[in-house]
Nanobody, 125 residues
């Protein structure tokens, strides 16, 4: 079965950096859509960044220039490098995967993603 396990969250001061990891089993990330989502308290889950099967990436306007999504095919692991963190980045961050087209993938619509991790908390103060 497909399993996604996030790690790397924590507490950091504004302006700091964190790198989230998502170790995946049961699904080959290099030929599937992968994304990072986040959910702040009292808000809906939103798509932060996504990477399609052919390597194209997309990111939310709020994180462009600060967050970078990448993958290591040999380790079957997805990453989210987060720089210049702001208090408004505070949220639970989720890794997600979908056997979907690149158009659907890069649209970062959460209903299209079928596999989810348990989340890792990021707190920026």
């Amino acid at each position: 079965h497909v399993q996604l396990v996030e790690s790397g969250g924590g507490s950091v001061q504004a302006g700091g950096s964190l790198r989230l990891s998502c170790a995946v089993s049961g699904l080959t990330i290099s030929v599937n859509c992968m994304g990072w989502f986040r959910q702040a308290a009292g808000r809906e889950r939103e798509g932060v960044a996504a990477i399609g099967r052919y390597g194209a990436t997309t990111g939310a306007d709020s994180v462009k220039g600060r967050f970078t999504i990448s993958r290591d095919s040999a380790k079957n692991t997805l990453y989210l490098q987060m720089n210049s963190l702001k208090p408004e980045d505070t949220a639970m961050y989720y890794c997600a995967a979908g056997r979907i087209s690149d158009n659907a993938c890069l649209s970062r619509n959460r209903v299209d993603y079928m596999y989810w991790g348990q989340g890792t908390q990021v707190t920026v103060s």
